[in-house]
């Protein structure tokens, strides 16, 4: 068995994994790497395969054409709906004669990104339910696929579970333990202990927060937060905006829940909310769907934005931009470019963190002195991350007791923690633990 590590192994994004079985190849996960798009003109929003491949967004995946190994995948298999994750496949998914197979969800948002970009797409979609398996049909063998669910910040992520003759090799890639979830179901640990006295030969493991000493909290810290903001503060005749992730489907149910108890009418603002929301209600997976209206279109926008400036204690508004991304509903309205003016005063609430990257972190920075020079109460950080910590880890190792493991979800300073972690554990750097670089290969023994 040989792996290559094609994307998600130098930076956080990107991610993308080639499992060799010498006369077959599964693929992991096809995502983008978001920070270089984020940093096109608006002018360039339409992508192509070689205008991303330019810029450095998408997974460097030609180093398959040149061992051959193109003509072998069987099969890619997305981990979760987040576009770290799947956002590459509507622009590299046509280079392989391969399906792809992944839970309900990932396959709509899926869906919903070939709409977007106007893709027709010639791969197989199979679509597998959490807690499920299918087999993957090589040029002589079948392969077990067992799609064990997990809890993070989307709906129903999974830690893959590929059944190999040298064992199990385990793509764990994004994931926290929650074991009370606002939406879906709780980690399955029954079923972790049962693949790890099977055999683990392999771990692929979300190492982002490998260096953070904590367990992450349950994502109802972050509905109590949000209720101690929303509920506990005077914004009866103030402005009340709310951003979060789109995809953040629980985080979006707890922010309606509130909204109501304010006894406000909800709009939900932003082509990317509207995305995940629509994704999320074909899988009858979005519980609030009755409650708010969605506004994607400029003259919807604009309408609304009206009646929000005019009657500002009887709406709030869910919308895009926590990031500070250009083009996104919070930078246009921080830049007067949409019918509503923030008054001294007015609510503007972070229900997420900045991703640590340069260009992010510049934008967030950006946008909150335009919104300060207004007179906004900013309440940041009302969030808890979908990410597992260093004490996950050890718990998680510890769990399933891998033969090999492999640190992934960030370039070295992000994970060189868990390789620390491995050594705690009686684990050995360069002999059952291993660090790579995007485009390299490992032999597994």
Do not use: W
């Amino acid at each position: 068995m040989k792996l290559y590590s094609i994307g998600g192994y130098d930076e956080v994004g990107k991610n993308m994994t080639a499992v060799d079985l010498g006369e077959d190849v599964i693929i992991f996960d096809c995502g983008l790497f978001l920070p270089p798009i984020v940093e096109l003109e608006e002018s360039e929003r339409v992508y192509s395969e070689k205008r991303l491949r330019q810029i450095g967004a998408v997974p460097s995946d030609e180093i398959l054409d040149g061992l051959g190994l193109r003509e072998k995948v069987r099969a890619i298999i997305p981990s979760h709906a987040h576009l770290d994750h799947i956002g590459a496949l509507p622009f590299l998914a046509h280079r392989y004669n391969a399906e792809i197979i992944g839970t309900p969800f990932t396959i709509e948002v899926l869906k919903t990104l070939l709409q977007e970009e106007n893709i027709f797409f010639k791969n197989k979609l199979k679509v597998i339910q959490p807690n499920s398996f299918c087999y993957v049909q090589g040029k002589h063998k079948k392969y077990k696929v067992e799609f064990i669910n997990i809890t993070h910040s989307t709906l129903q992520t999974s830690m893959i579970a590929l059944h190999t003759d040298e064992g199990v090799v385990l793509y764990a890639n994004d994931f926290k333990f929650d074991d009370n979830p606002i939406v879906g179901k709780k980690p399955n640990y029954d079923k972790l202990k049962e693949i790890g006295k099977i055999g683990v030969k392999l771990l692929i493991v979300d190492s982002l927060y490998s260096g953070d000493e904590r367990k992450t909290a349950s994502e109802k810290v972050a509905r109590t937060l949000l209720e101690d903001v929303l509920l506990s503060t005077d914004n009866e005749n103030a402005a009340l905006f709310v951003t979060t992730f789109s995809s953040h489907i629980a985080r979006l149910k707890s922010i309606v829940d509130f909204g109501k108890q304010l006894g406000r009418d909800i709009i939900f603002m932003g082509r990317s909310l509207n995305k995940y929301v629509v994704s999320a209600s074909k899988i009858d997976m979005c519980p609030f769907k009755n409650d708010v209206v969605i506004a994607t279109y400029r003259n919807q926008l604009e309408k609304k934005l009206k009646k929000v400036n005019n009657e500002r204690g009887r709406y709030m508004v869910v919308c895009t931009g926590h990031q500070g991304e250009p083009g996104s509903i919070l930078d246009r309205l921080s830049k007067n470019k949409l019918p509503f003016q923030f008054q001294n005063g007015d609510h503007v609430v972070f229900s997420s963190s900045v991703i640590p990257t340069r260009i992010n972190i510049e934008n967030r920075q950006r946008l909150d002195e335009r919104l300060k020079r207004k007179g906004i109460r900013l309440f940041n950080n009302i969030h808890v991350s979908g990410h597992a910590g260093r004490e996950d880890l050890r718990d998680f190792i510890n769990m399933i007791s891998p033969e090999i493991i492999l640190p992934a979800h960030g370039d070295h300073i992000k994970t060189r923690p868990m390789v620390e972690l491995a050594e705690e554990l009686g684990y050995k750097f360069k002999k059952n633990v291993y660090l790579m670089h995007d485009k390299q290969r490992l032999d597994v023994n």
